[in-house]
């Protein structure tokens, strides 16, 4: 099994990049982990061909079993993932696909926003989405020097949105066009 892992942050460093690097740590044995960098470099979706960085990014969730999406606390979320949305839906590259989404936040209320939007988006997609708010705070440390988690509590959270994953079977589109 292969999971291909997604960031949805802009900041080389951030809270939500640290945690999906952490989360690849927490894969089972067997599970092949791949972080796709390429969010910044993703332009608006329009018709028509298709540029290197959605192709890449299309290939790379194609190839992958599920993907493991981490998003910032707040309802806002980078126009360039909605970018990369719009082009993975457009090529049916999320039909059936297992999707889990982290969000992490110092309030519960802004997990729950960032995932809300994330679910509307992903199941408009055709994706099959799982997930959890880990309600957490970004200004406490949660990473040991070599990026590992730490916190027992929240290494569980983590490893249960992973088992949902790794458990899971791709599923067929429910409808094609």
């Not at 999406?69 to 696909?97: C, F, I, N, Q, V």
Request: glycine fraction near 10%; charge should be negative; hydrophobic fraction near 50%.
């Amino acid at each position: 099994m292969k999971i291909i892992g997604i960031a949805a942050s802009l900041h080389k460093g951030s809270f939500i990049n640290r945690l999906l690097e952490a989360a690849g740590g927490e894969l089972p044995d067997g599970v092949g982990f791949e972080v796709w960098p390429g969010l910044r470099d993703i332009p608006p979706y329009v018709p028509g061909s298709v540029p290197a960085s959605a192709r890449e990014l299309i290939g790379l969730v194609a190839g992958g079993d599920a993907v493991l999406l981490t998003a910032p606390e707040h309802s806002l979320l980078p126009a360039e993932l909605s970018y990369a949305l719009d082009w993975m839906a457009a090529r049916d590259g999320l039909s059936g696909k297992h999707v889990a989404v982290m969000s992490a936040s110092a309030r519960a209320c802004g997990a729950m926003w960032a995932q809300a939007e994330l679910y509307k988006q992903l199941l408009g997609a055709g994706a099959v989405v799982m997930g959890a708010e880990l309600v957490i705070s970004p200004a406490c440390p949660h990473f040991d020097e070599d990026g590992h988690l730490t916190a027992p509590d929240l290494r569980a959270q983590v490893r249960a949105v992973i088992a949902q994953l790794c458990t899971a079977k791709v599923m067929e589109p429910a409808l094609s066009l």
